[in-house]
């Protein structure tokens, strides 16, 4: 049935290892950045804490420019950037360039929605016991959008699963430069097809953990 | 089980107002001063503990879609009273409150607060001058990833208390609103009753000498609206905290307001005493308050009641030949308590047929209304209406027979 599998268990491992290195990094810096940005958008929204139209408009365009440009076109794009900021435009490292530029402004958007549903009236109340901005931020939209927060941490992370195995392609490493190079190119479709198994084991795993997370932080009902 | 609560609540009340006095010291010596200046009716300053002068509100001035929803209030608030405010969706009324703590700002004119300009205020001086000015929400507003206790929490931890003194104060407060065996329990599973009653203990946290009230049991069952109202009463009576609310309720203004203020289409029409608005209601739309609070019909009748009843509601051959008069009678107070009637009938030749009648509490003031017919000679009808008036019943209509 895999002929190839025993020969290649090591650049399998290997290769999975780089998936989860790509997904996890990528991940933490675009919550690192998605989260502030979100922040942001929420807060100099009309009619929010801190309104302020040509901030929220900058912010709201450069978000929707990384959105609207394709994952592979971004990947082409992201290539000067990381050779000027670590020398190399190829691996893992490199490839997470374009991961976080492709993931961290649909997070802030996530994020941005999640708070937005954090009721004007709770706001109102923290306002009246003579909260500061910070601590609207910190004790209020924080936690009471923490459901929706790491429900979109999961989403992104999953939605990174996929594009990871593009920009390991192009860049080099991870399971599915792996099902491209070793398994399709190579004719070997059993290579093919645990690299497909494995992508959508490491899906399921970041879904039922996610979910998990979430069920855990919401106690709306 | 409510009824029991309510029962253990009041009696807890005493209780734990003393154990907080074993607790904060500095606060009870606060609320016995504020309790003398309730019950001598001045406050310390000359000026009223809330004064609004002149204050207009207008949101998106100058724009097509102006809105002005304050022309124009004055209005004096003594501290230790309960003020309501009065009015229909629209009026004005969730402006006029938010004006107090400052979440609105005036386009005109002055708000005070405890002898400060509440515009002059910002940054930390505005912040914490707001910890001192309780509120509580239609809606309640708890953060529903807090624990009740935790959410009790919050203006505690807003204001720098150190954890360990916020939680056992946080205790505190759970016990005075009698939710101590829910301080665990998250929002989503309280109560409408018990999510209020965590507000009122977030509201009181930072032992604030104002309390004011959004609307607070418009969202509650009558029964618990009654729980609620009376535990604001009891915090007014035991703290000595001015209480300002809003409502559309007239049920809560009878409850535990001393003063009231009708408030329609951003102009105040009528303030007074509740008892007094209660017993002649000058502006129709006072009229229309009371009448929903009284009986309809009743007051209603107010309008038609001039000159002689065409169809008594009894039969002629039972009442003696003379004259038939509709009146209502409104007894206020002391007058309420006695059987007026009786010494009526027995000094007066006249017949008193009851055709409705109804008594409430207003706050401490007991209340009646009876719309009567009095029949018999016109002389006597004129004696029974100055005996009755002498008794200091009011009568509608008034004037001469």
Known sequence: MFPNVPTYSDRIIQATFETLYMVSFSLLFAVILGLPLGVLLILTSPGHLLPNRPIHQLLGTIVNI???????????????????????????????????????PFFARLVESSMREVSRGVIEAAQ????RTWDIIWKVLLPESMPGIFAGITVTAVGLVGYSAMAGVVAGGGLGAMAWNDGYNSFKNDI???????????VQLIQWFGDFLVRRVDHRS | MNDKRMVMNDKGMTMKSKEMAVNDKGMAVKNKEMAINSKGGHAEESESFIRLKHVKKLYYPGTKREIAALKGIDLDIEKGEIFGVIGYSGAGKSTLIRLINALEKPTDGEVWVGGVNMATLTGDALRRKRMKIGMIFQ????????????????????AGWPRARATQRARELLDIVSLSHRKDAYPARLSG????????????????????SDEATSALDPKTTDDILELLLSINRTLGITIVLITHEMRVIEKICDRVAVLDEGVIKEVGRVRDVFAKPQSAIAKRFVAEALDAEDVLMRETARGPVSEPATDRLLTSSGETRRWRLIFVGEVAERPVITELIRQHAVEINILRGEIKRLKDTPFGTLTVEVS????????????????GVIIEPPGEE
């Open chain 2, 139 to 158: 809606h309640f507003n708890l953060l529903w990833s807090r624990t009740a206790l935790e959410n009790v929490l919050f203006p505690l931890e807003l």
């Open chain 1, 192 to 202: 093919l097809f645990v690299a497909t198994v494995l992508l959508i084991i490491i």
């Open chain 2, 193 to 212: 009753g018990e999510k209020q009653r965590v507000g009122i203990a977030r509201a009181l946290a930072n032992e604030p000498d104002l309390l004011l």
């Open chain 1, 128 to 131: 009246a016991m003579g909260a």
């Open chain 1, 66 to 104: 990384f959105r609207s440009v394709p994952y592979i076109v971004l990947i082409l794009w992201m290539i000067p950037v990381a050779r000027a900021l670590i020398g190399t435009s190829f691996g893992t490292n490199a490839a997470i360039f374009s991961l976080v530029a492709g993931s961290a």
């Open chain 2, 376 to 391: 018999g000679r016109l002389e006597d009808i004129q004696k029974a209406r100055r005996y009755l008036e002498q008794t």
